[in-house]
C-alpha cells in the first residue's frame, strides 16, 4: 500500500498505520487529529472505510460499541451490500442521524503523457480562481471550502470557450483532492480524462498524492479517473444529522 495513503488513512480513522496495514477489523472512537482530510469536514458520529482487505470503523462510543458487537468478524468483500447499510441506516436513524454517501476513492502514483489535441491549456493558482466562485457550472472543480482549500486548477479552451475545468484542494498537508467540471456540450470527448491527467502530474511533481473520489453510482466519473491512470484505493461511509421538520 502507499505509504502515504496508509498513514493519511490512519489519522483519519484515529487507529495506528499497522491497523491499516493488517487484515483485521478495527473500531475506535473519534477525534480530529492533526493532518486529517477536512473537505466538507463535520462532526463524526460514524465514518467506516474499506480498505486492505478489511473495515474501518471510528465514531463516538455508542455507535462504535454497536458496531464491535455486530461487526468484528464480517468480511469487508461485501459488507456495503444494501442489507448492511440499510441496518446501519436504522441504527444512526435511532441517534438523529442518516448515512450521507458511499464514495469509492482512487489515487494515483505515476505522472503520465498527456495528449492536449487543438485545446488551449490554461492553469489557474491562488486569487486566479476567485473568478469561479458562485459559478454552478464548475461546483466540482472548485468547492471554495474553507477547511480544505481550492490550490490549483487547469481549464481546456477551444476558441476562447472553457471546454473543461478540473481543480484540486487542499484536502491534508499530504493528499489533495481532483475534482472535474466538464461542459455538457463536449462530454464524452476525453475532455475530463485528460485535465486529471494534467492535475494529476502537476499535484504529483509538487509532492503531495493525488486522490479522487466520485459517487458509488457514477459511472462516467469513475471511468475519468481510471484513464486518467488512478486505481481504486478505498471506499469511505460518511454521516450526517437528520434534518428535522416541523
Known amino acids: 500500500m502507499n505509504s502515504i495513503l496508509c498513514n493519511q488513512i490512519a489519522i483519519d480513522y484515529c487507529c495506528s498505520g499497522n491497523d491499516v496495514m493488517d487484515r483485521q477489523n478495527h473500531f475506535t472512537q473519534h477525534r ?14 460514524l465514518k467506516i472505510a474499506v480498505i486492505n482487505g478489511k473495515v474501518l470503523f471510528t465514531g463516538n462510543h455508542e455507535m462504535i ?6 461487526y468484528a468478524g464480517v ?25 450521507e454517501m458511499l464514495h469509492p476513492f482512487y489515487i494515483s502514483e505515476q505522472r503520465t503523457a498527456v495528449h492536449t489535441g487543438d485545446c ?58 481532483i475534482g472535474i467540471d466538464v461542459n455538457p456540450a463536449h462530454r464524452n470527448a476525453g475532455i475530463g480524462q485528460m485535465l486529471v491527467s494534467l492535475l494529476k502530474n502537476e499535484v504529483l511533481r509538487r509532492g503531495r498524492l493525488p486522490y479522487y473520489g466520485t459517487s458509488i453510482s457514477h459511472i462516467a466519473s469513475q ?20 434534518c428535522i421538520s416541523h
Not at 32 to 45: K, P, S, T, V
Not at 129 to 156: C, H, M, T, W
Request: glycine letters at 8%; one cysteine or more; charged letters at 25%.
Open 65 to 70: 460499541s454497536w458496531c464491535r458487537n455486530e
Open 223 to 242: 471511468r475519468v479517473a481510471l484513464g486518467a491512470g488512478f486505481c481504486p484505493a478505498w471506499v469511505e461511509l460518511v454521516t450526517s444529522k437528520m
Open 120 to 177: 488551449v491549456i490554461r492553469w489557474y493558482e491562488g486569487n486566479e480562481i476567485e473568478q469561479f466562485r458562485g459559478d454552478e457550472r464548475y461546483s466540482k472543480a472548485f468547492s471554495f471550502d474553507e477547511n480544505a482549500p481550492d490550490v490549483l486548477g487547469v481549464a481546456a479552451l477551444h476558441e476562447g470557450q472553457i471546454l473543461g475545468i478540473a481543480g484540486v484542494s487542499y484536502d491534508s498537508p499530504t493528499m489533495w483532492q
Open 75 to 99: 468480511s469487508s468483500d461485501w459488507f456495503f451490500e444494501v442489507k448492511n447499510l440499510r441496518r446501519l441506516n436504522d441504527r444512526l436513524h435511532q441517534e438523529g442521524y442518516q448515512i
Open 32 to 45: 480530529f487529529l492533526e493532518g486529517r482530510r477536512r473537505f466538507q469536514e463535520n462532526e463524526c458520529i
